[in-house]
């Protein structure tokens, strides 16, 4: 198994609260992705990193940011967290160019319930 | 916008039956093809993948996939379906940056 690693595994928040999700990984692997699961959605891309301090958006981004200061962590940040960012988190790493034929690994994901 | 189509929600199988799960695509050039499982509570595990060549594909656990593009489908195989098979399967296709996801398909397992 790849190593990552997500922490906390499970948060419950309140509206309006900061909330930050951290992916770590062994692999120095180069792109890293969050993306959120959701029933009837599959997983949907938040944002992903080709690099440290490099960063783009994915198709469900607003509302969220990220940070990757380091190549081994990729951070999530929900400013002001919402009820419909009550989701499942999962933070994914690929080793290659990140083109559209890479093999994305993925960690064992993030519960989050904001109420 | 490239799409993936699991028109599944849930199926049903015995234990010791035979499995197809569906997928279509919809991509205007060679896909690049996948199919996870992810078991209740734990991330996704890659089975299989598609990039070209031959259009049958061996996986893990038993797996198989057939590429078919006149029929723009990945299905997923599994000849005897065994209890632990019980879990979510997602579909995706490869696009730049990103996997785009079917919605999945629940495999439900009755002994």
């Known amino acids: 198994d790849a190593g990552i690693t997500q922490s906390p595994r499970h948060k419950v928040t309140e509206t309006g609260t900061p909330v930050t999700l951290r992916c770590h990984q062994t692999?120095?692997?180069?792109?890293m992705y969050w993306y959120r699961q959701d029933p009837g959605h599959g997983l949907r891309l938040i944002h992903y990193?080709?690099?440290?301090?490099?960063?783009d958006k994915g198709e469900v981004s607003d509302g969220y940011s990220v940070s990757r200061s380091k190549t081994e962590d990729f951070l999530l940040t929900l400013e002001s967290a919402t009820s419909s960012q009550t989701s499942v988190y999962f933070c994914?790493?690929?080793?290659?160019?990140?083109?559209?034929?890479?093999?994305?690994?993925f960690g064992p994901g993030t519960r989050l319930t904001v109420l | 916008a490239q799409s993936v189509t699991q028109p599944d929600i849930h199926i049903t199988v015995s234990e010791g039956a035979s499995l197809e799960l569906r997928c279509n695509y919809s991509?205007?050039?060679?896909?690049?093809l996948f199919w996870y499982v992810q078991s209740p509570g734990q991330g996704l595990q890659l089975l299989l993948k598609?990039?070209?060549?031959?259009?049958l594909v061996q996986g893990i656990k038993g797996f198989e996939a057939e590429f078919k593009r006149s029929q723009s489908s990945f299905n997923l195989r599994k000849p005897s379906v065994h209890w632990s098979d019980a879990a979510e399967y997602f579909c995706?296709?490869?696009?730049?940056?990103?996997?785009?996801f079917g919605a999945g398909t629940i495999l439900r397992v009755k002994s």
């Open positions: 994914a790493i690929s080793e290659a160019s990140g083109g559209a034929s890479d093999t994305q690994y």
């Open positions: 692999e120095n692997h180069r792109y």
């Open positions: 990193s080709y690099g440290v301090k490099d960063t």
């Open positions: 991509y205007g050039a060679t896909p690049y």
């Open positions: 598609y990039f070209s060549g031959d259009t």
């Open positions: 995706a296709v490869g696009d730049g940056n990103k996997l785009v």
